[in-house]
């Protein structure tokens, strides 16, 4: 469900960017770097000379780039098969809740992701730079995770990838449950096949009180945590 690679050079990123361009597919900002950097108010090629600026110079100052990348790409598919859901309203709601789950996904690999500050000290990023990139109405997306972020502390640091790497597995049991979930708001159900293949089918009953998604259930458990 979740395919990986990594860019190793900025050439590689700006190649892949034009790509993307040449293609017509869009490109959504996502994450608080990206919000910091207001990549969303600007044109397409001015936000990805914005996005790839603060890379220049911490690659220069950086006294340790092991770990590091230009960027992390996920590549995002569904697990069942689209050539059963043709008609253009249904494709419209399952691509709907595919790209949300990805989403997800993304939000649970920027809370464990670390950025390496001055000396290659590890900290938990406070923003992380990504680009979703997709065509209208297409079902597999990619994900660029560029390879700084903001530390804590406000600072811009280079990403240590195999943090990310570290965090897939999770990030794809994350992507399946919260798919699961908004699937089953639609009256339909996925029948595992394979560890990455599935079925969809009609629930008989359709439930009537939504199932709580993950990001709600840890934002009970932080309260709870909180209370003692």
């Known amino acids: ?43 397409a090629d001015l936000a990805v000379r914005t996005a790839i600026a603060p890379a220049i110079e911490l690659q220069q100052r950086a006294t340790s780039t092991s770990g590091t990348v230009a960027a ?5 598919s569904p697990p069942f098969d689209l050539a059963e859901h043709l008609d253009g309203k249904r494709r419209d709601n399952l691509r709907a809740a595919h790209v949300s789950a990805a989403r997800m996904a993304l939000q649970h690999i920027e809370e464990w992701s670390v950025v390496l500050v001055e ?22 997306l990619e994900m660029l995770i560029l390879g700084w972020a903001i530390a804590a502390d406000r600072r811009w640091g280079l990403l240590d990838g195999w943090s990310i790497v570290a ?10 449950s919260e798919l699961g979930r908004r699937l089953a708001a639609q009256a339909v159900r996925m029948v595992w096949l394979g560890p990455s293949t599935a ?9 009537t009180e ?15 945590r909180g209370a003692k």
Do not use: N
């Open 72 to 76: 992390i790409s996920l590549i995002f």
């Open 119 to 140: 000396h290659g000290e590890p900290t938990r990023p406070s923003g992380i730079v990504c680009a979703l990139c997709m065509a209208d109405r297409a079902f597999v």
């Open 1 to 43: 469900m979740i395919g990986f690679s990594q860019l190793e050079d900025l050439a590689q990123l700006q190649s892949r960017f034009a790509e993307h361009a040449a293609a017509g597919r869009r490109v959504e900002w996502l994450g608080a770097g990206a919000q910091a950097l207001r990549l969303s108010e600007r044109a």
């Open 167 to 176: 965090q897939i597995g999770a990030a794809e049991s994350m992507y399946a």
């Open 199 to 207: 079925r969809l089918k009609p629930l008989l009953w359709p439930e």
């Open 210 to 224: 939504p199932r709580l998604s993950i990001e709600s259930m840890m934002q009970d458990l932080e309260l709870r």
